[in-house]
């Protein structure tokens, strides 16, 4: 090692970063100003010889560093995907006249609100799933074991059984009525109903040959042979 210039360090061994003489590879002199203990002399040969090892080690980790992070910041970032509405990824629909009321619609299928990029005419489909159920009284619960229960409210049901149902065809599993659990009552407007109380017919308690039977037999007639009795004219 060789003296190059002198310091001024105070205070300190100057075996640091702002010491002129070590980060030069050079040892401090009778000519340095360094007025703390300063071990960067020959008497501490040695010991100067490791420092500047570990000075000369860390400079360079600092270097590849700052290297590695301005390389990276050079190259060409991705740019981020714009957010996609939900449901965007399917396709559009097309519905002319159903109104997107019914499953022709894909995006009921899907239940999904149609995009603003579906093409058809008098949407009634702008509501998420989930506003529907809350329109309709219908609770979602998330389990903790994962599975979701979906509840109705007391006023809900009892709005649904003062409605009635309206089936033009025998009462079974599409029937509002059967779906709840409940019997047709006079408040239905059920054509041939199968899911009678006894109030849908008071004046009709008889029917058939010989004045037998009733509604509630024919019924029975369909629910045991599967098929829908002749009307008598």
Not at 163 to 174: F, H, L
Request: glycine letters at 8%; proline letters at 4%; hydrophobic letters at 25%.
């Amino acid at each position: 090692m060789s003296q190059l210039q002198k310091c001024a360090c105070a205070n300190r061994n100057c075996f640091h970063d702002d010491c002129a003489c070590f980060t030069r590879e050079g040892l401090c002199s009778e000519y340095c100003e360094c007025r703390g203990d300063c071990k960067n002399i020959w008497k501490h040969e040695e010991e100067v010889t490791k420092e500047f090892a570990e000075y000369t080690k860390r400079k360079a980790d600092e270097a590849a560093a700052q290297a590695a992070a301005a390389q990276a910041a050079a190259q060409p970032q991705p740019k981020p995907l714009p957010a996609l509405e939900p449901g965007s990824a399917r396709e559009p629909c097309h519905c002319a006249s159903c109104k997107c009321q019914n499953h022709y619609c894909r995006c009921v299928r899907a239940n999904l609100p149609c995009l603003d990029r579906c093409d058809c005419k008098d949407c009634g489909n702008t509501k998420t799933h989930e506003e529907k159920l809350q329109d309709l009284g219908i609770k979602v619960e998330d389990l903790a074991s994962g599975s979701t229960v979906m509840t109705r409210g007391k006023a809900q049901a009892v709005k649904e059984s003062a409605v009635g149902c309206k089936c033009q065809s025998e009462c079974a599993s599409r029937c509002g009525c059967v779906r709840r659990n409940i019997k047709c009552t006079s408040k239905c407007k059920c054509q041939v109903c199968g899911n009678d109380d006894g109030s849908r017919f008071p004046n009709k308690s008889k029917a058939g040959a010989g004045g037998q039977g009733s509604t509630r037999s024919s019924s029975s007639a369909v629910e045991s042979t599967g098929k829908r009795p002749k009307r008598v004219g």
